[in-house]
């Protein structure tokens, strides 16, 4: 059969090889081969333009468009190519549109890889640029990956512009991170309910904290309850969110399940960026996008005005009609494990490893998602020894983070930093431990990475780890199928990646730090 499109930019690709007739994440060929266009037509202007702020953010903000699960809404793409042609210069390069116009399997792997390394970083750069902190060297770096991914052939130069997104990842993360510390304050530890008020509620999803304290700020005298999904768990940890006594908790588990969980939540949904599936009839008529998230047929809360709020009325309004959201569990998750917190408990943390209270730690971030073979996961979480802790961060969390309970002398046994930006945190407290535990090689210290990965912010998160010095990381539930053979192997060679293997090997590996 004809390939209407192709896309294999995220660990569900289709059978690990790549989507061809419409994506298994719900994406139509109209709609792929829109984000084609659009990503053609940047790096023309990466090409034809000298790079300035308002060019910067407005790549920034196309390329969160075309992640995985982020927008849907062929009309908001097409506006975007448009006004992207209206910026375009002028130029001799000719472009060709789509991945498969580049010939060469290896070189077309490299492309791809940083264009999906860059995509990542541009969704966090849009985050910070919310909360008002943009750098001007992230997207000049925009500007010179989006050129090399658009005509380098030459495989080592493509290797060194990608090892150079990691550092630009890096980067980013930390000026987010600024960003949400200096916004909503440093995360605590918090137990966040699982359960469910009698009042009607509002859930919000996504990474944008800031919608979300719009929101909160909105409704606080309306006698309705705020939850958050997914990747919003994290919004209970920060001072400045969680001092609002509506916001009541975290209702359901990572963005894959959100079919069934959203039907029986009963009110108004508002997606901020990635994740959203097909919308379903049985929740159609109350879920919004707002940002960089959209969907055919779905309302779209517009943007701020500079200086203002964006204006959720019409969510709020919808939530006093709705019943209250239908029970799905009870109890309670406790995170807010970010480095500051986590170095607030360095001594505790220290001793521990001294006495050998805590023999390993281990890196299980990244994204979750609906392969069964995600189960590892769980099992790895569910069999590692009483005296390792998991570090996490992203919505990886919730194959085990109701899972795993106890702690070891008062240190949990799952430290949630946060969002997969909250990646950043955890680079920053094994960097500590390096420090405390004057180690000459990142990789002495008794910490393993069992990473999982779904779109392409995991891919600029990956990338940051390396350009860390961080090695010998596992990798899966599968590699990507943008990785050639031969690029699989320069990244096998070059800092130890692997796949997983089953459950019970990769535990045993990772404890002798294998
Ligand atoms: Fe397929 Fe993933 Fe691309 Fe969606 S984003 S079309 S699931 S490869
Ligand atoms: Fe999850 Fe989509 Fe990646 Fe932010 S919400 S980690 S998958």
Not at 106 to 122: C, F, N, P
Not at 272 to 282: G, K, L, M, R, Y
Not at 407 to 428: E, H, T
């Amino acid at each position: 059969m004809e390939e209407k499109m192709f896309c294999f930019q995220c660990q569900e690709a289709c059978k690990n090889s790549g989507c061809t007739l419409a994506g298994m994440c719900g994406k139509k060929a109209e709609t792929a081969n829109l984000m084609d266009e659009l990503l053609r037509q940047l790096k023309l202007i990466a090409i034809s333009r000298e790079p300035d702020m308002e060019l910067g953010r407005f790549i920034a903000r196309s390329l969160f468009m075309t992640v995985t699960n982020a927008n849907f809404d062929n009309a908001a793409l097409d506006k975007q190519l448009k006004q992207a042609i209206a910026m375009t210069g002028n130029t001799a390069v000719e472009l060709p549109v789509g991945i498969l116009a580049c010939q060469n399997e290896d070189i077309r792997s490299l492309r791809e890889l940083l264009t999906y390394g860059v995509k990542g970083i541009a969704a966090y750069a849009e985050h910070a640029a919310v909360l008002g902190k943009e750098d001007m060297a992230i997207y000049r770096f925009f500007f010179k990956a989006l050129q090399t991914a658009a005509v380098s052939e030459n495989a080592d130069e493509l290797l060194a512009v990608i090892l150079e997104a990691g550092e630009v990842a890096v980067k980013t993360m930390a000026l987010l991170d600024s960003a949400n510390t200096g916004t909503f304050g440093n995360p605590q530890i918090t137990a966040v309910k699982t359960g469910v008020g009698n009042r009607p509620g509002i859930l919000v999803s996504g990474h944008d904290l800031l919608d979300l304290k719009e929101l909160l700020e909105q409704s606080k005298d309306d006698n309705i309850d705020i939850y958050t999904h997914s990747e919003m768990l994290p919004a209970h940890y920060y001072p400045e969110l969680k001092k609002y006594p509506h916001l009541y908790g975290n209702y359901g588990n990572a963005w894959h399940l959100q079919s069934r969980e959203f039907a029986a939540f009963n009110g108004p949904i508002l997606m901020t960026t990635n994740c959203i599936t097909p919308v379903q009839e049985s929740y159609r008529n109350r879920i919004f996008t707002t940002g960089m998230a959209g969907y055919t047929g779905i309302p779209h809360i517009a943007d701020r005005e500079k200086g203002g709020m964006k204006d959720f009325s019409a969510i709020i309004e919808l939530a006093k009609k709705c019943p209250p959201p239908e029970k799905l569990e009870d109890g309670t998750i406790v995170g807010g494990f970010a480095h500051a917190q986590v170095l607030a408990l360095a001594d505790q943390v220290v001793s521990a490893v001294k006495s050998g209270a805590i023999k390993r730690f281990v890196v299980m971030a990244g994204c979750d998602g609906r392969q069964k073979e995600r189960q590892y996961y769980s099992d790895v979480a569910e069999n590692l020894p009483a005296d390792t802790v998991i570090l996490t961060a992203g919505c990886a969390k919730y194959r085990y983070n109701k899972l795993v309970t106890g702690d070891i002398n008062g240190i949990p046994r799952v430290l949630d930093a946060g969002q997969c930006n909250d990646c950043y945190s955890l680079a920053v407290i094994a960097l500590k431990l390096k420090e405390i535990f004057n180690v000459q090689d990142i990789n002495d210290l008794p910490i393993s990475f069992d990473i999982s990965w779904y779109e392409q912010k995991a891919v600029a998160v990956l990338l940051a780890l390396l350009h860390l010095g961080f090695k010998n990381l596992r990798l899966g539930p599968t590699l990507p199928a943008f990785l050639s053979p031969n690029v699989a192997g320069i990244l096998v060679n070059a800092f130890d990646i692997k796949g997983i293997s089953d459950c019970q090997s990769d535990i045993a590996a990772m404890m002798v730090g294998k």
